[in-house]
C-alpha cells in the first residue's frame, strides 16, 4: 500500500511538473511573439532582444558570424548565465543552469515568431507604431504569464535576482540598471558594426518598451486568477526553481 501510495505521490509530481512548464512554454510563445513585433516594428527592439539584433544585423553584412536572432538571443542568455556564476560564486545552484535550456527554447521561439511575423509590412509610420504598441502589449501580457508560472527563470530576470541577493538592493531597480546595460551594449555594437546609431535596433520603441512593458505587466498582472486556475489544474501545488522563488522577496523591498 505504501509503495502504492508513492507511486501515485510520484505521479502527480510528475504531472504538476509537467503541466506547469507547459503552460510556461505557451508563455514563453506569446513573450517572443510580442519580442518579434517590435523587431518587425523598426522603431527599435525590446530590451532583450537589441543586442542580438545589432549582431544578427551585423552578420548579414559579413561582419559577424551569420546567426539568426534568436541564436544570437541563446548566446546572450549563455552570458547572463555566466554572469550569475561569477556574481553568486558558492551561492549559484546547479538547477539554475536550467535557465540554459528555457533560454534555448526561448531562442527557437523568437526565430519561429520572426517567420511568423515575416508577412508584416511596416513601411509606414502608422503601422510601426502599431506594430511596436502591440508588440510591447503582447510581451508585456507574456511576462506576467511568465512569472506566474513560477518555474525556470528567464536569464534576463536571473541576473538582476542573483545582484539583488548580494547587494540587498530591490530586484526592480536593478531590474532597470540591467536593461540599460543591455541596452548600452547594443548601442555600442551599433558603432562598431556600422559606425552610427541605429534606430531600429535602440530607438523610440526602445524606451517605450522599457516603460510600456512594465506598466502591462503591473496592469494584467491582478487580473491573471484564469491562469491561477489553469496551473491548479494538476492537482498538486506547483514548484519554484532556482532563482524564482527569489523574485516576489527582493520585489517587495
Not at 28 to 40: E, S
Not at 72 to 93: D, H, K, P, S, W
Not at 180 to 204: D, Q, R, T
Request: aromatic fraction near 12%.
Amino acid at each position: 500500500m505504501e509503495k502504492t501510495g508513492t507511486l501515485r505521490f510520484g505521479r502527480s509530481v510528475l504531472v504538476a511538473f509537467v503541466w506547469q512548464n507547459l503552460l510556461l512554454l505557451c508563455s514563453l510563445f506569446i513573450m517572443t511573439l510580442g519580442v518579434a513585433l517590435a523587431v518587425r516594428s523598426n522603431l527599435g527592439s525590446s530590451v532583450i532582444s537589441s543586442a542580438p539584433l545589432a549582431f544578427t544585423l551585423a552578420g548579414e553584412k559579413g561582419l559577424v558570424p551569420q546567426f539568426s536572432l534568436g541564436i544570437y538571443t541563446n548566446i546572450l542568455n549563455c552570458c547572463l548565465v555566466g554572469a550569475q556564476m561569477i556574481v553568486l560564486r558558492r551561492r549559484f545552484e546547479a538547477v539554475q543552469l536550467l535557465q540554459l535550456l528555457i533560454g534555448f527554447v526561448f531562442g527557437v521561439l523568437i526565430d519561429i515568431n520572426m517567420a511568423i511575423t515575416s508577412y508584416l509590412d511596416c513601411s509606414s509610420l502608422p503601422m510601426q507604431l502599431l506594430t511596436q504598441i502591440l508588440g510591447c502589449t503582447v510581451l508585456g501580457i507574456g511576462i506576467a504569464l511568465e512569472v506566474r508560472c513560477g518555474s525556470i527563470t528567464m536569464p534576463g530576470e536571473g541576473l538582476p535576482v542573483a545582484i539583488s541577493r548580494i547587494t540587498g538592493t530591490p530586484f526592480p531597480k536593478v531590474k532597470i540598471f540591467v536593461d540599460i546595460a543591455l541596452v548600452f551594449v547594443a548601442i555600442v555594437s551599433s558603432y562598431i558594426f556600422f559606425g552610427k546609431w541605429m534606430w531600429n535596433i535602440v530607438g523610440l520603441g526602445t524606451l517605450f518598451a522599457m516603460v510600456y512593458v512594465g506598466f502591462v505587466v503591473k496592469t494584467v498582472s491582478p487580473h491573471l486568477r484564469w491562469f491561477e486556475k489553469l496551473l491548479a489544474m494538476s492537482g498538486f501545488k506547483r514548484k519554484l526553481y532556482g532563482l524564482a522563488r527569489f523574485i516576489g522577496l527582493y520585489s517587495d523591498k
